[in-house]
């Protein structure tokens, strides 16, 4: 049998602690509670703040459950609820848009595409459910780095590849596309990511005002574009679907 390691162990059996008893336990509770010395449990305590997994009332000292944890064990089923509720959205944006639509949220540094309704023609295309989109040039990317600190964290680090000659790398230029996606609520992707392709996308946020994913449509740059500008009724059309979807989620209007 493998070994395990105890610090986890331990570690993990604090976050259950803190999760099926009181709101609040202060250190002498939670290590006389694990049988673990003070000095030990304060070690681990610090370990799980500092990585946001707990977090500690300024006021009496005690812990609770820290919100990235919470993040955390809500993703599973965010994505699951967030694919349900989009269903009749995202076919209404394709027929009404004639092009492909994807559901993406975050994920290990990228985009996960967790829903794709075909173009409604009868061109031969492929399901791209589970695929990889990067964060930094994709339309779906940049809103959720837009919207979302910790999509932002991660690409603000990462090495931003230059996938064509339009794909914006430098730090400065790439966040005034931020900028500029928060001041009007979209983003868009005209071939930085693939040539002869553009794409456009909105935010998704759910009953807290979080950003949960981002959907958008993407095309051949002759019909997603007229005149070297996205079509106002796509981007119309991609702002209606990511607004009735968080509605569905419960966000009220935005």
Known sequence: MARTIQSLERAAAMLRLLAGGERR???SDISSSLGLAKGTAHGILRTLQQEGFVEQDAASGRYQLGAELLRLGNSYLDVHELRA???VWTDDLARSSGESVYLGVLHQQGVLIVHHVFRPDDSRQVLEVGAMQPLHSTALGKVLSAYDPVAHSEIVEADRQAFTPRTVTGLGDFEGLLDLTRARGWAAD???TWEGVASLAAPIHDRR???V???GVTGAVERVCQ???LRP???AAVRDCARAVSRDLGAGRF
């Open 25 to 27: 336990l202060g250190l």
């Open 227 to 229: 005149d070297g500008e």
């Open 209 to 211: 005002r979080m950003p």
């Open 233 to 235: 009724e796509i981007i």
């Open 85 to 87: 509720r989009a269903l």
């Open 190 to 192: 005209v071939e930085e």
């Open 213 to 215: 994913g981002a959907v």
